[in-house]
């Protein structure tokens, strides 16, 4: 019977700790255990793709050398959990959007803004930053200085954000004026949309892992964005995390995480912002 007819094998417990040891190792990501069927049929999917019929086999394959790093990549794509969409959280968005305002009206803005969004996936959240950044200015008069670094681990999802294109149904969470004003029709008749080069062009997306911020340049950052990703790591490794990203905060910078996904954390030099819709805080100066 050919591989590809054949039952897919079970996980075992011994196996499944093996693969999730090394997820957490390489991503700080831990899979549940209600999560092992989507890990196993992950595996199993890639295996058949590469003719490999055992658990064991694949783990030495991705586990050495750099033939093993590239397979890593692959699959390290398919395990993690892309779910994300255009203003995913508006009240979080609003609230960067009145911290700009505030910069602007009291004239507090030096040099460029600089926004950081992390585990970007397929690029839905840093634009929506863009867009909400760039009506500020836009409002005020101002030139659209500004700049959003956008990180994640998996390179497939980085291209499609660089290519900035979605279909219609990606831009149902959008206003018919942020549509109408940061999107255009890839070709006629085609039920592509690509974000406007004017949006684009403020977008840098590049690889980055969050366990390794530590060892990232220490940039100054007015916002670091970084929702739906913190709950998927350990308590203790949140708290290192947030940690970092507090060292990266200009005074009066703004770090926002998703709502409850970190309820022990407080930072001596930050302060929670007053609005029980989102759970963000600001360095003090």
Not at 193 to 198: A, K, L, R
């Amino acid at each position: 019977m050919s591989w590809s007819l054949q039952k897919s094998p079970e996980l075992s417990d011994l196996q499944f700790e093996q693969w999730n040891r090394l997820l957490e190792e390489r991503t700080g990501i831990q899979v549940a255990p209600h999560q092992r069927g989507f890990l196993q049929m992950q595996l199993t999917a890639r295996m058949r793709e590469l003719g490999i019929n055992h658990y064991g086999h694949y783990f030495n394959e991705v586990s050495a050398g750099l033939k093993g790093m590239v397979e890593w990549l692959v699959l390290v794509d398919r395990l993690l959990v892309k779910e994300t969409r255009f203003f995913r959280h508006r009240d979080s968005l609003e609230a960067v959007r009145r911290l700009v305002q505030t910069r602007i009206n009291n004239q507090q803005l030096q040099e460029n803004f600089e926004a950081w969004s992390l585990g970007c996936a397929t690029g839905e959240e840093p634009y929506s930053l863009a867009m909400v950044i760039n009506d500020c200015f836009a409002l005020a008069g101002l030139e659209p200085l500004f700049g959003i670094t956008a990180t994640d681990v998996s390179q497939p999802s980085l291209q499609r954000a660089r290519e900035g294109v979605y279909s219609s149904r990606r831009l149902e969470p959008l206003t018919d004026n942020e549509r109408r004003r940061y999107f255009r029709a890839v070709s006629q008749g085609a039920d592509n949309w690509q974000v406007t080069s004017g949006i684009r062009e403020r977008v840098c997306f590049s690889y980055g892992n969050v366990l390794q911020v530590a060892e990232m340049p220490l940039v100054p950052m007015d916002v670091i964005y970084c929702q739906n990703l913190l709950i998927y790591f350990r308590r203790w490794r949140r708290r290192e995390i947030l940690n970092e990203l507090a060292r990266r905060l200009k005074p009066g910078g703004m770090l926002v995480i998703g709502l409850g996904e970190v309820i022990d954390w407080v930072h001596p030099d930050l302060q929670r912002v007053a609005d029980d819709r989102v759970q963000a805080y600001v360095r003090r100066r």
